[in-house]
């Protein structure tokens, strides 16, 4: 009888023990507010937004220990839209990120499923629109650097090292899965960054092939998350903050060329482009300042400088792009906003990049929009 209670006080003791290496936490962010913006095709709207700012998320994560600095970690993010309850990502459940993988303290991490590429991972954090819970409408025009995070990739198996003395990099290759065509509608990216004591520093490459007809790649066209449909989409870019009390400054610079770009997706609405060949620079200076522990202050200015070459002549657009945001929390979870931004589009000619269109609003019917918004966003 007592062996067997013995056992009975052992087996328990290990399931306790098992059970205290595994965890598995629900997470979220939901963002709310009230959108202004001035000549969205041609009129002023205001509108009940969700994820002005932060894309409000759903998630599940969790992460098994396996001994000797060893484990199995998951997670599965939904993006939603808080105004009316939808998916976000190609209206896919868990269209943010979903993928498996293994984690050791001294090798990194290796995952698999659908992810972000190493622009999202080592360079947006430095950017005004991808620091902290992220800013999408002070993302540059049309987010086409993708530090916004605007669209995430299928199929992708990414290496993320330790983090080894500040320094951190890391590669991802998103598979075709096209039966021959190996190279239809595949992505990869890498990228590194470092930091040490008030500096910090990063870099990355991205690539993401064509569509053509394969639909089970690297990025669906049903996910109309991506703005450009192009034949290949190549993005280079590098930043750094630097903070100094309770003040952060940063300077950050990327390029991207769009090679054969069939159409321009805006706000659910499609533009032909003519086959068309663009580039643009990137270039952001953005701050921030704390008031009080609970106060703050930041903000980003963007000058985009691009080079136009198709069916609708050769241009050069340029925009100007000024975001300002004031920040207070409540709480540890929750804080209220206001923020504004006024774009300015110059020199596109009878293109559709001649109109400021400030992201994830209707583009504006002019060479100018404002933009204001005041919100809410609570985490859990």
Do not use: C
């Amino acid at each position: 009888m007592k062996k067997t209670l013995l056992v009975a006080a052992l087996s328990g003791a290990f399931a306790v023990t098992a059970h205290a290496q595994s965890s598995v936490t629900l997470y979220g962010l939901l963002d709310a507010g009230i959108v202004y913006s001035n000549n969205a095709g041609g009129h002023n709207q205001w509108q009940q937004g969700s994820n002005a700012l932060s894309q409000s998320v759903f998630g599940l994560q969790g992460s098994e220990d396996l001994g000797a600095g060893n484990r199995a970690i998951f997670k599965l993010e939904s993006g939603i839209n808080v105004n009316s309850g939808s998916t976000h990502y190609g209206n896919t459940l868990f269209g943010r990120q979903s993928y498996v993988g293994l984690s050791n303290d001294q090798y990194g991490t290796l995952t698999l499923g659908r992810q972000f590429d190493s622009m999202v991972d080592f360079v947006s954090p430095l950017s005004f629109t991808g620091a902290g819970d992220r800013n999408a409408l002070a993302a540059h025009p049309f987010d086409n650097d993708n530090l916004g995070a605007s669209f995430s990739t299928n199929n992708s198996v990414k290496y993320t090292s330790a983090n080894l003395a500040g320094l951190q990099f890391g590669g991802q290759y998103s598979f075709s899965n096209a039966t021959g065509d190996f190279a239809e509608n595949r992505a990869y990216s890498l990228g590194a960054s470092y930091k040490n004591g008030p500096l910090s520093v990063g870099a990355g490459y991205m690539q993401l092939n064509g569509a053509g007809s394969n639909t089970s790649g690297a990025v669906l066209a049903s996910d109309n998350d991506n703005a450009f449909s192009a034949q290949r989409q190549r993005v280079w870019g590098a930043g750094a903050n630097y903070t100094f009390g309770p003040a952060t400054v940063g300077f950050v610079w990327t390029h991207t060329q769009l090679d054969n770009i069939g159409s321009l997706n805006v706000d659910g609405n499609s533009y032909s482009v003519g086959g068309a060949n663009l580039h643009l620079d990137n270039y952001e200076l953005n701050g921030r300042y704390a008031l009080t522990p609970a106060l703050s202050l930041q903000g980003a200015y963007t000058f985009t400088d691009g080079k136009y070459e198709g069916s609708l002549g050769n241009q050069s657009p340029k925009w100007q792009q000024v975001s300002l945001e004031s920040d207070y929390a409540l709480s540890k979870r929750t804080d209220v906003y206001v923020e504004g931004v006024y774009q300015h589009a110059a020199d596109g000619g009878g293109t559709p990049f001649g109109d400021a269109a400030i992201n994830t609003l209707s583009p504006s019917s002019t060479d100018n929009q404002v933009a204001a918004t005041v919100g809410l966003r609570h985490r859990f």
